[in-house]
């Protein structure tokens, strides 16, 4: 059973940093590329940041590009997003997926972790 669980999402103002991490467990992720989205209140879930299974060549979202780092530690199975120079329309609960075999669908995903920027 794939199981993802996310944490560090909290309150930051304006300009400030959280670094999200994404726990996943129930097989070796290695292979498998992750995803973060968000989904604003009143918005569609929207994608953030993926990062292949070999942690080679990442792709973001054109808002959070230079802002948002996303990385992955296979040792520990685990997915981080680094988020820098917040904005209000940050604001959203943040989610992290797998795309198992990395065949372009994000089947699975976390409970979710909320991020608040104030301004």
């Known amino acids: 059973q794939v199981h993802l669980v996310e944490s560090g999402g909290g309150w930051v103002q304006a300009g400030g940093s959280l670094r999200l991490s994404c726990v996943a467990s129930g097989r070796t992720f290695s292979s498998d590329a992750m995803g973060w989205f968000r989904q604003a209140p009143g918005k569609e879930r929207e994608f953030v940041a993926r990062?292949?299974?070999?942690?080679?060549?990442?792709s973001y979202k054109d808002s959070v590009k230079g802002r948002f780092t996303i990385s992955r530690d296979n040792a520990k199975n685990t997915v981080y997003l680094q988020m820098n120079s917040l904005k209000p329309e940050d604001t959203a609960v943040y989610y992290c997926?797998?795309?198992?075999?990395?065949?372009?669908?994000?089947?699975?995903w976390g409970q979710g972790t909320q991020v608040t920027v104030s301004s």
């Open positions: 990062i292949p299974g070999s942690g080679g060549i990442t």
């Open positions: 997926a797998a795309d198992l075999g990395s065949r372009g669908t994000f089947e699975y």
